[in-house]
């Protein structure tokens, strides 16, 4: 079982930046790949980054790649997203989530936290 919680997301101008971290509890966090997922209202939720139980894989969604970075500190048990350049259109609520084999998937995701709103005025 893995509990996850986040924090770090608020109300930024558009170019601003954010780090978001994703603190898990357990001793088996770096048995798990991680990702960061969002949902902004009305629209279904969509993949940003996740990265690989050891931190040598990682993958990013278009619309984030060369704004946005991904890294995880196991000795800490948490997983964070810088998020530079940011845009109206990244304003969402952030997940972050557990999974035993690295994927994009939302559904191939075990474990959630409960989400932190990243709001970017324009």
């Known amino acids: 079982q893995v509990q996850l919680v986040e ?3 608020g109300l930024v101008q558009a170019g601003g930046s954010l780090r978001l971290s ?3 509890s357990g001793r088996t966090f770096n048995r798990y790949a991680m990702g960061w997922f969002r949902q902004a209202p009305g629209k279904e ?3 940003v980054a996740a990265i690989g139980w050891s931190g040598g894989t990682i993958y990013y969604a ?3 790649k ?9 000795a800490k048990n948490t ?22 084999t690295l994927s ?3 559904g191939t995701y075990h474990y959630w936290g409960q989400g932190t709103q990243v709001t970017v005025s324009s």
């Open 104 to 106: 994009v998937v939302a």
């Open 45 to 47: 939720r969509e993949f």
């Open 62 to 64: 278009d619309s984030v």
């Open 66 to 74: 060369g704004r946005f970075t991904i890294s995880r500190d196991n």
């Open 7 to 9: 924090s770090g997301g």
């Open 79 to 100: 997983v964070y997203l810088q998020m530079n350049s940011l845009k109206p259109d990244d304003t969402a609520l952030y997940y972050c989530a557990a999974t035993a």
């Open 22 to 24: 994703c603190a898990a």
